[in-house]
């Protein structure tokens, strides 16, 4: 097998694990994997429930900022290596809807960090949630996120069943907009974020 380097931490992998071995090839080392603990949650916001996966903080934290805002589009199939097909049969049926980025952070990456990470899950993507006003996640305070709640419009066809899906929950707020814009235009909809950021422990 030739040598394969960890995304992270850049040591050389040389031991695999028997799940690397039969499925796709980790991109983190053993190490970097252990410390990338799942950690899944339900954190309830009334009308719905969010499922989550990651703690935000530690390696996922710089993970994320790597990915997002060094633009390392490499690091795109480290999350969800080893949620890819509980997530597939989970919600097996459901369409998968990203909360979009801005524009402007659209255009600063050059990719669309969100979908490059559900695209390894076996869902059929949605699209036709957008944003009203560009507001970027940087410097939001409590009041412009709640501002987020009435932020988002949805022009995309009516279906059975949508997933919402986002990367960092801190209030809901973002959630809470996108669902409500979704929600007569399906007859189930469920919402993940890949991390839960628990802002009570940030502040
Ligand atoms: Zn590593």
Redesign the pocket.
């Known amino acids: 097998m030739s040598s394969v380097k960890?995304?992270?931490?850049?040591?050389t992998?040389e031991s695999f694990t028997l799940r690397s071995l039969l499925l796709k090839k980790d991109e983190?080392?053993p190490?970097?994997?252990k410390k990338l603990k799942v950690t899944r949650k339900r954190i309830d916001l009334g009308e719905f429930q969010v499922e989550t996966f990651f703690d935000y903080e530690g390696l996922f934290r710089d993970l994320l900022l790597q990915y997002k805002e060094c633009h390392d589009e490499a690091l795109k199939d480290v999350f969800l290596y080893d949620l890819k097909e509980y997530l597939g049969l989970r919600y097996h049926g459901y369409h998968l809807l990203c909360i979009p980025s801005s524009f402007k952070k659209r255009e600063e990456r050059g990719f669309d960090h969100l979908k490059a990470i559900f695209r390894t899950v076996q869902l059929v993507p949605l699209e036709g949630l957008k944003m009203k006003r560009e507001i970027t996640q940087e410097g939001k305070d409590l009041v412009q996120r709640r501002l987020m709640e009435s932020n988002y419009i949805y022009n995309g066809p009516n279906v059975d069943k949508i997933l919402l899906a986002d990367d960092i929950m801190t209030t809901g707020s973002t959630l809470k907009g996108a669902f409500s814009c979704v929600k007569s235009h399906a007859r189930k909809v469920k919402v993940i974020s890949l991390a839960y950021k628990n802002i009570t422990l940030h502040l």
């Open positions: 960890c995304l992270y931490c850049d040591k992998i983190l080392c190490d970097c994997r």
